[in-house]
């Protein structure tokens, strides 16, 4: 008991005392809790960054349309014998030189490889989309699995309790019995070893609720979840009335609706669009290009001979911008590439995506049989669960009835203390039965909403 006592002083510390004050809790409910989390879930921000990545990327290869466009510019000095870019003459000197030009490219064509890489781009973005709504979708799912079992433990924690409660007014009652004679000593034993195990029990519960509430207080990326509680929604009804479709129904709604199977369709045409890119580097390339250059000199210049002597003569160089206007230049035309042997690249890629376009295709025939297969598990999971729940009803009424008759006769003396201790186990476990079956069978029916196109809450695309 010591032990339980410490376990249970560690989790409240842990966790900020987990479930006391809940009159001044705020209890989430299931809707808030996925709509909370698709807002907030540091795996779904992180998709919603690939969106963007993929944005940018599309952006990237709508700039292959365009023109390239650079500008350049140089300034140097030379020191010694040179030759004067300017007068072609060689000199001993220190002589400046500055240059400025612009160069534009444009692919006028390009083996269809722009086009075909833009509209992979698009695609891209399509698919990068679906990703995120699939992982919007899991997330949604996880959140409804965690929510249903804090509302299981809640109700596991409430049985212990109120377990605690009968046995404790049980003991002082046979206590005062002892006293008085009328049963013997040992009953009284083994009810407080009852007591204990109720104690014990109650303790398991309480952690197994802390570490419930914990777990989804993650997916929810809440910071403060020392009062984090739910509504106690325990209603286990098919409110969509899912159980009345067929599996085929089911998965052929789901055929539509599912995002792993866009996903998979959208991966397929990226595929092709990289084929067909590799392809392109089959043909021929056609770039046209222009270039304008200018340049200038600081050094003297040549402006004749001496008559007398044959000497140059020289003189100050001209103004700066008047050598950029006289030397400017225009180069243009046009630049022609015809792939003629490349050591198979061009080849290796080709075949290289093409094994990748195959396996696409496969991917999503994968799929397609991995839905068929989940819908028929869920629907088969679903009714499996709702006839085990109402399997566990049945038993716990008649549990309930054992436990009364055997009350009926503790109370007169003609049953002993352990055989009622049994009666009452067989009902907790009862009890404990029908919860378990009830959240598992709320689940699986979440789980056919699901696959039917039945949301949580709307996912709402960005």
Known sequence: ????????????????????????????????????????????KLSELDVKTANIDKRGALGSYLPTVNGNASHSWNIGLNVNPVTNIATTQTTQYSSLGVNANVDIYKGLQNQNAYRRATLSIIASKY?????????????????LQILS??????????????????????????????????????????????KQNITVSENNLLISKLSLAQLLQLKEFADF?????????????????????IYNKAKETRTELKLAQTNLEIAEKNVAIAKGAYQPTLRGFYQFSTSASYSDR????????????YAGPDPVF?????????????????????????????????????????????????LQRNVYTAFTDAKGALNTYESATVTLEARQQAYNYAKEKYDVGLMNSFDFTQAQTLLTNAQSDVIRTKYDYMFKIKILEFYFGIPIVPIITK
């Open 302 to 313: 040549l402006i004749g001979t001496d008559p007398v002597t044959k000497q140059p003569i």
């Open 229 to 249: 509680d739910v509504v106690d929604d325990t209603n286990a009804t098919d409110e969509n009335n899912i159980m009345a479709q067929t599996p085929i129904d």
């Open 322 to 370: 008047t050598q950029f206007s006289d030397n400017k230049g225009h180069n243009f035309g046009f630049q022609l590439s015809v792939p003629i042997f490349n050591g198979f690249s061009a080849k290796n890629n080709v075949e290289r995506n093409k094994v990748s376009l195959e396996k696409s295709k496969i991917d999503l025939e994968q799929k397609s049989l991995d």
């Open 131 to 147: 990703q995120l709504l699939k992982m919007q979708e899991d997330i949604s799912l996880n959140v409804a699995n965690a929510f």
């Open 1 to 44: 008991m010591k032990i339980n006592k410490y376990n249970s002083l560690v989790f409240a510390l842990l966790f900020g005392f987990g479930i006391v004050g809940h009159a001044q809790t705020k209890q989430w409910t299931l809707e808030e809790c996925v709509r909370y989390a698709l807002d907030n879930n540091i795996t779904i």
């Open 153 to 198: 433990n809640k109700e596991d924690l409430k049985i212990k309790k109120e377990q605690l409660t009968i046995d404790e007014k049980r003991y002082a009652r046979s206590e005062e019995m002892v006293n008085a004679g009328t049963i013997p000593r040992g009953d009284l034993f083994d009810l407080k070893a009852t007591v204990a195990t109720d």
